[in-house]
Protein backbone atom coordinates (compact mmCIF):
# COMPACT_ATOMS: atom_id res chain seq x y z
CA UNK A 1 0.00 0.00 0.00
CA UNK A 2 1.56 3.39 -1.32
CA UNK A 3 0.13 6.41 1.54
CA UNK A 4 0.73 9.84 0.69
CA UNK A 5 0.24 13.11 3.13
CA UNK A 6 -2.58 14.18 0.17
CA UNK A 7 -5.96 12.91 0.98
CA UNK A 8 -6.92 12.91 -2.32
CA UNK A 9 -4.53 10.62 -4.04
CA UNK A 10 -5.23 8.16 -0.89
CA UNK A 11 -9.25 8.00 -1.97
CA UNK A 12 -8.10 7.93 -5.15
CA UNK A 13 -5.90 4.93 -4.60
CA UNK A 14 -8.66 2.96 -2.75
CA UNK A 15 -10.42 3.66 -5.95
CA UNK A 16 -8.13 1.83 -7.95
CA UNK A 17 -7.87 -1.14 -5.81
CA UNK A 18 -11.89 -1.29 -5.57
CA UNK A 19 -11.72 -1.44 -9.20
CA UNK A 20 -9.26 -4.24 -9.50
CA UNK A 21 -10.44 -6.36 -6.87
CA UNK A 22 -14.60 -5.94 -7.56
CA UNK A 23 -16.48 -8.93 -8.52
CA UNK A 24 -18.72 -8.46 -10.69
CA UNK A 25 -22.51 -9.12 -10.34
CA UNK A 26 -24.53 -11.96 -12.17
CA UNK A 27 -25.93 -11.08 -15.76
CA UNK A 28 -29.52 -11.28 -16.51
CA UNK A 29 -29.46 -13.53 -19.07
CA UNK A 30 -28.73 -16.31 -16.56
CA UNK A 31 -31.81 -15.52 -14.40
CA UNK A 32 -34.36 -18.53 -14.88
CA UNK A 33 -38.25 -17.10 -14.41
CA UNK A 34 -40.14 -19.52 -11.92
CA UNK A 35 -43.29 -20.25 -10.20
CA UNK A 36 -43.52 -22.16 -6.75
CA UNK A 37 -45.44 -25.18 -6.41
CA UNK A 38 -46.18 -27.59 -3.34
CA UNK A 39 -44.73 -30.94 -3.72
CA UNK A 40 -47.73 -33.94 -2.89
CA UNK A 41 -48.36 -37.16 -2.83
CA UNK A 42 -51.77 -39.30 -3.58
CA UNK A 43 -51.76 -42.40 -3.70
CA UNK A 44 -48.23 -42.77 -3.62
CA UNK A 45 -48.33 -40.66 -6.71
CA UNK A 46 -45.89 -37.04 -6.54
CA UNK A 47 -47.87 -34.14 -8.20
CA UNK A 48 -47.53 -30.50 -8.09
CA UNK A 49 -50.05 -27.40 -7.33
CA UNK A 50 -49.52 -24.13 -7.91
CA UNK A 51 -48.85 -21.88 -4.40
CA UNK A 52 -51.14 -19.57 -5.44
CA UNK A 53 -54.18 -22.55 -5.52
CA UNK A 54 -53.61 -23.29 -2.06
CA UNK A 55 -54.91 -20.66 0.80
CA UNK A 56 -53.47 -22.96 4.12
CA UNK A 57 -52.34 -26.31 4.22
CA UNK A 58 -53.58 -28.35 7.79
CA UNK A 59 -53.99 -31.39 9.85
CA UNK A 60 -56.62 -33.37 8.89
CA UNK A 61 -59.68 -31.83 11.15
CA UNK A 62 -62.43 -33.70 12.77
CA UNK A 63 -65.24 -33.65 10.34
CA UNK A 64 -69.13 -34.43 9.96
CA UNK A 65 -70.06 -37.08 7.54
CA UNK A 66 -72.69 -36.35 4.88
CA UNK A 67 -75.26 -38.92 4.57
CA UNK A 68 -76.09 -40.06 0.97
CA UNK A 69 -72.49 -38.22 -0.13
CA UNK A 70 -70.11 -40.24 -2.41
CA UNK A 71 -67.15 -41.89 -0.78
CA UNK A 72 -64.85 -39.51 -1.92
CA UNK A 73 -66.19 -36.99 -0.36
CA UNK A 74 -64.79 -37.25 3.60
CA UNK A 75 -67.16 -34.80 5.51
CA UNK A 76 -67.92 -30.89 6.49
CA UNK A 77 -65.12 -29.24 8.92
CA UNK A 78 -65.34 -25.85 10.41
CA UNK A 79 -61.54 -25.18 8.78
CA UNK A 80 -60.16 -20.85 9.49
CA UNK A 81 -64.22 -20.14 10.70
CA UNK A 82 -65.94 -21.68 7.54
CA UNK A 83 -67.58 -24.39 6.71
CA UNK A 84 -65.48 -26.40 4.12
CA UNK A 85 -66.19 -29.56 2.32
CA UNK A 86 -63.06 -31.71 2.69
CA UNK A 87 -62.81 -34.03 -0.15
CA UNK A 88 -60.06 -37.42 -0.46
CA UNK A 89 -58.15 -36.79 -3.82
CA UNK A 90 -57.04 -40.62 -3.70
CA UNK A 91 -60.56 -41.86 -3.55
CA UNK A 92 -62.06 -39.88 -6.06
CA UNK A 93 -59.85 -40.40 -8.75
CA UNK A 94 -57.99 -44.10 -7.88
CA UNK A 95 -61.14 -45.16 -5.60
CA UNK A 96 -58.56 -45.71 -3.08
CA UNK A 97 -58.63 -43.86 0.25
CA UNK A 98 -56.13 -41.55 1.55
CA UNK A 99 -54.49 -43.77 4.74
CA UNK A 100 -54.75 -41.89 8.03
CA UNK A 101 -50.99 -41.32 8.93
CA UNK A 102 -49.32 -38.63 10.53
CA UNK A 103 -47.86 -37.01 7.20
CA UNK A 104 -51.21 -36.56 5.91
CA UNK A 105 -52.37 -32.83 5.10
CA UNK A 106 -55.17 -30.91 3.53
CA UNK A 107 -55.17 -28.16 0.92
CA UNK A 108 -57.55 -25.19 1.60
CA UNK A 109 -58.05 -24.34 -1.99
CA UNK A 110 -58.69 -20.53 -3.18
CA UNK A 111 -61.57 -20.66 -5.12
CA UNK A 112 -64.37 -18.18 -5.29
CA UNK A 113 -67.06 -20.38 -5.55
CA UNK A 114 -66.68 -22.70 -3.07
CA UNK A 115 -64.74 -23.61 0.51
CA UNK A 116 -62.95 -26.84 -0.67
CA UNK A 117 -60.00 -28.62 0.79
CA UNK A 118 -58.17 -31.40 0.16
CA UNK A 119 -56.83 -34.66 1.55
CA UNK A 120 -53.57 -35.88 0.29
CA UNK A 121 -51.62 -38.47 1.72
CA UNK A 122 -48.34 -35.91 2.26
CA UNK A 123 -46.99 -33.27 1.57
CA UNK A 124 -43.18 -32.55 0.79
CA UNK A 125 -43.20 -28.92 0.96
CA UNK A 126 -42.69 -26.01 -2.10
CA UNK A 127 -40.46 -26.13 -5.13
CA UNK A 128 -39.49 -23.96 -7.70
CA UNK A 129 -40.39 -24.91 -10.77
CA UNK A 130 -38.74 -23.15 -14.20
CA UNK A 131 -41.24 -22.02 -16.88
CA UNK A 132 -41.17 -23.68 -20.25
CA UNK A 133 -40.69 -27.05 -18.51
CA UNK A 134 -44.10 -28.29 -19.40
CA UNK A 135 -45.90 -30.48 -21.56
CA UNK A 136 -49.60 -31.21 -21.79
CA UNK A 137 -50.81 -34.85 -20.59
CA UNK A 138 -51.66 -36.23 -23.50
CA UNK A 139 -48.10 -36.18 -25.01
CA UNK A 140 -46.37 -37.26 -21.79
CA UNK A 141 -44.86 -41.00 -21.81
CA UNK A 142 -44.79 -41.25 -17.39
CA UNK A 143 -48.74 -39.74 -16.96
CA UNK A 144 -50.83 -40.39 -19.93
CA UNK A 145 -53.41 -41.97 -17.67
CA UNK A 146 -53.94 -38.94 -15.66
CA UNK A 147 -54.70 -36.62 -18.55
CA UNK A 148 -58.68 -38.44 -18.29
CA UNK A 149 -59.07 -37.50 -14.55
CA UNK A 150 -60.35 -34.17 -13.71
CA UNK A 151 -58.17 -31.65 -12.52
CA UNK A 152 -55.41 -32.44 -14.50
CA UNK A 153 -54.03 -30.34 -18.59
CA UNK A 154 -50.29 -30.48 -18.03
CA UNK A 155 -47.20 -31.56 -16.39
CA UNK A 156 -43.61 -30.11 -15.95
CA UNK A 157 -39.99 -31.10 -15.20
CA UNK A 158 -38.65 -30.93 -11.55
CA UNK A 159 -35.12 -31.83 -11.34
CA UNK A 160 -35.57 -34.70 -14.27
CA UNK A 161 -38.85 -36.04 -13.16
CA UNK A 162 -41.71 -35.12 -14.66
CA UNK A 163 -44.60 -34.34 -12.53
CA UNK A 164 -48.46 -34.03 -13.50
CA UNK A 165 -49.74 -30.23 -12.06
CA UNK A 166 -53.38 -30.67 -10.67
CA UNK A 167 -55.44 -27.36 -11.06
CA UNK A 168 -58.29 -26.89 -8.04
CA UNK A 169 -60.35 -24.72 -10.38
CA UNK A 170 -60.32 -27.13 -12.97
CA UNK A 171 -60.91 -29.88 -10.74
CA UNK A 172 -63.88 -27.94 -8.96
CA UNK A 173 -66.36 -27.09 -12.50
CA UNK A 174 -65.91 -30.35 -13.31
CA UNK A 175 -69.43 -32.07 -13.61
CA UNK A 176 -67.75 -35.87 -12.01
CA UNK A 177 -66.94 -33.84 -8.76
CA UNK A 178 -70.24 -30.99 -8.73
CA UNK A 179 -72.35 -34.36 -8.43
CA UNK A 180 -70.80 -34.75 -4.78
CA UNK A 181 -74.36 -35.98 -3.14
CA UNK A 182 -75.74 -39.49 -4.83
Known sequence: MQRTEDVFDYLGWINRQVDEHAVGLPSSDDHVRTWQGILFAVDGRRMLVALDEVRAIVAPPRMVTLPGARPWVSGL??????????????????????????????????????????????????????????????????????????????????????????????????????????
Open 77 to 182: ANLRGELTGVFDLARFWFDVATPESRHSVVFLAKHAQASSAFLVERSYGIRQVAYGDERPLSDSDHHRELASLPGFHQEVRLNEEWLPVLEFGSLLDHDQFLNAVA
